[in-house]
């Protein structure tokens, strides 16, 4: 029997013998991420979608290929929690040379308790912030110059965060929404800061904040639901408005006329602007430097050693995160 990693090459092989370049959907289970997978398939256009769950991707992959009558569609999984699952999918993307046009990440998660993952982070922060910036950052190789978009959802409550740096993985001091809000600002900034780096290569990102979906993975009830639509009614959209203004991002494939501006930052949520700390060139670096020395440390342990990282790995983060500087912010 195949291992996953030897599945993933099969799959991701078969892709490239039919396609030069892959839109890429993580979050494709359900909620939006699975509304624009859909969108995608039905304008005929080939797809790798990802989820953490192997079971519900495959389902949804099933669902799409029903509705769409769209065959191209190619379920991967991709779990932020694991960072090996992380690099074997980009490792085995750059290995075949797969070209991205457009990622869409529509992944979003708020814990009710402080976890922390195999790889030693909050998982919150981890699912949130360190996944896509990991993805992201590895990634970049593959991308098409003045033509690849990144989607990347957000949401209004980073206005509410704070970057503590020296907490920053770890989220010592954890309450749902704060951390939540931390990830969701760190995030952001994330956001900005490839922005500036991938602009010269003309390629878009953009920062959507969608409405708040309630999909398996926001686990709220309703009447939380409809106090924070009550709260921030001014800036929401519903889901088939947010599913509309994200599919206006997406490009055109090659052979159609494209009218969109490349290398921009976007911010798309309705009437509303990342908070002006996202934009401060210092705090960029900062998240950028954490983001690339914690993900690179704890990938590296991980690999190394299975057993000892999940034992040894949140006392380790703890200890990286201690050197951390404040004098940047």
């Known amino acids: 029997m195949l291992n996953k990693h030897d599945r993933l090459y099969n799959l991701m092989k078969a892709f490239k013998t039919k396609h030069r370049r892959a839109s890429l959907i993580i979050g494709a289970h359900s909620g939006l991420g699975f509304d624009v997978a859909l969108s995608m398939a039905q304008r005929k256009r080939p797809i790798i979608i990802a989820s953490h769950s192997e079971e519900k991707i495959t389902e949804a992959k099933a669902i799409i290929q029903l509705k769409s009558g769209f065959d191209d569609i190619y379920p991967v999984h991709i779990d932020y929690t694991h ?7 980009i490792d085995t993307a750059i290995d075949l040379n797969i070209k991205i046009d457009c990622l869409v990440n529509a992944v979003d998660f708020a814990n009710s308790e402080r976890e922390i993952t195999h790889d030693g982070i909050e998982k919150t922060m981890a699912i949130n912030h360190f996944g896509p910036y990991l993805l992201i950052d590895q990634l ?9 978009q990144l989607i990347l959802f957000n949401s209004l409550a980073h206005r509410h965060g704070h970057i503590d740096p020296q907490r920053m993985a770890s989220q010592q001091t954890f309450d749902t929404f704060s951390t939540y809000c931390n990830a969701k600002l760190a995030n952001a900034i994330t956001i900005t800061y490839f922005a500036t780096l991938l602009k010269e290569r003309g390629i878009s990102i953009n920062g959507f904040a969608p409405a708040i979906p309630h999909t398996p993975s926001w686990p709220m009830p309703f009447k939380t639901i409809d106090l924070m639509q009550l709260y921030f009614r001014r800036y929401l959209i519903n889901r088939s408005d ?4 994200l599919m206006n ?9 494209d009218k969109q501006s490349t290398g921009k930052l976007y911010i798309n949520s309705k009437r509303s602007q990342f908070t002006h700390t996202a934009y401060k060139p210092t705090m960029q670096k900062l998240i950028a430097d954490i983001s690339r ?25 703890t200890s990286l995160e201690g050197h951390i500087s404040h004098s940047a912010i």
Not at 83 to 89: G, I, K, N, P, T
Not at 140 to 146: A, G, R, T
Not at 242 to 245: G, I, K, N
């Open 242 to 245: 947010s599913l509309q203004a």
């Open 293 to 317: 020395k914690i993900t690179h440390f704890s990938s590296q342990e991980w690999a190394t050693n299975q057993v000892l990282s999940t034992k040894t790995l949140p006392n380790r983060i």
């Open 249 to 257: 991002l997406v490009p055109p494939l090659k052979n159609q006329q």
């Open 140 to 148: 970049k190789s593959q991308f098409i110059d003045h033509e690849t």
């Open 83 to 89: 960072q090996a699952s992380l690099h074997s999918f």
